[in-house]
């Protein structure tokens, strides 16, 4: 299993992002996917997820409105979609999935809020 974010950066508030995950050695249309972000000094919170054909998804009240999660499982990616961007979304986001016990993350990317 291997799970690739892509799409970190700078951006000033109230700005947009999209982070973007390709997952790899799994039947991605199978399994439901999660976004979940890490601040320096905080816990990793979960940010979003939705299920395996997309048709339900749930968020952190801390982004609701703000950010969407959608997923193409015919290119077996998982996007985030971040609206409205606050100083307090800067954090590391990360791609997440599991099977069973096992759990599966990819390694981050950075998303930085700042003027």
């Known amino acids: 299993v291997q799970l690739v974010e892509s799409g970190g950066g700078l951006v000033r508030p109230g700005g947009s992002l999209r982070l973007s995950c390709a997952a790899s050695g799994f039947t991605f249309s199978s399994y439901a996917m999660s976004w979940y972000r890490q601040a320096p000094g905080s816990e990793r919170e979960l940010v979003a997820t939705?299920?395996?054909?997309?048709?339900?998804?749930n968020y952190a009240n801390s982004v609701k409105g703000r950010f969407t999660i959608s997923r193409d499982n015919t290119k077996n990616a998982v996007y985030l979609q971040m609206n409205s961007l606050k100083p307090e979304d800067t954090a590391v986001y990360c791609c997440?999935?599991?099977?069973?016990?096992?759990?599966?993350w990819g390694k981050g990317a950075l998303v930085t809020v700042s003027s």
């Open positions: 939705i299920s395996s054909a997309g048709g339900s998804t």
């Open positions: 997440y999935t599991w099977m069973g016990r096992m759990n599966y």
